[in-house]
């Protein structure tokens, strides 16, 4: 079956710091892959996406390139702000219109 | 545009007690979905509606859980009985008919059992 893992937070880092938070995946097919963002009470939103290999997607400063040989849709963005601060969750889907499968998310914590 | 409604947003229930609530997509999407968010992991799809048909329930537990959308729009999601397993904050999402569409989410119910 499909499945997502990510690695386990919290991650904690201080403004301007580089971020990875990795994501690799199990999917048969083509599936498109996605990241989640949570804000502290505030429901999910969609950070960025992409639908197909070597594909980057990219919004708010956060990059991801889609890997089809290494399974990986790792996150990154070069200089973090104590606003990024939320939870961060992979995703993968199937078909165009299918349910998402998430990871179990990432906490990060931006200190000042 | 007006996002994805939840309601209630919070639920306190004993064991052995039911519950139901409510989501309102947003206009015009005719795709909607239950995710279920325990707390610590990411969100598990329950069932997944197209317009007022179930294209995927295969992770919903049958034997307590059941959902419907009349006229396809609305949903309800209800859980008899609860079990003290299905702590957890349910989410609705909807998507929009275009390939790809982006699902956009509701605030979610967080329920708590008892």
Redesign the interface.
Known sequence: GNSVTQMEGPVTLSEEAFLTINCTYTATGYPSLFWYVQYPGEGLQLLLKATKADDKGSNKGFEATYRKETTSFHLEKGSVQVSDSAVYFCALRRGGADGLTFGKGTHLIIQP | EA?VAQSPRYKIIEKRQSVAFWCNPISGHA?L?W?QQIL??????LI?F?NNGV??DSQLPKDRFSAERLKGVDSTLKIQPAKLEDSAVY?C?S?SPT?????F????TRLTVL
């Open positions: 996002g795709t979905y995710y610590g992991q990411g969100p598990k799809l997944q197209q294209v995927d989410l999402a998507s390939a790809y569409g982006e699902q989410f509701g605030p979610g």
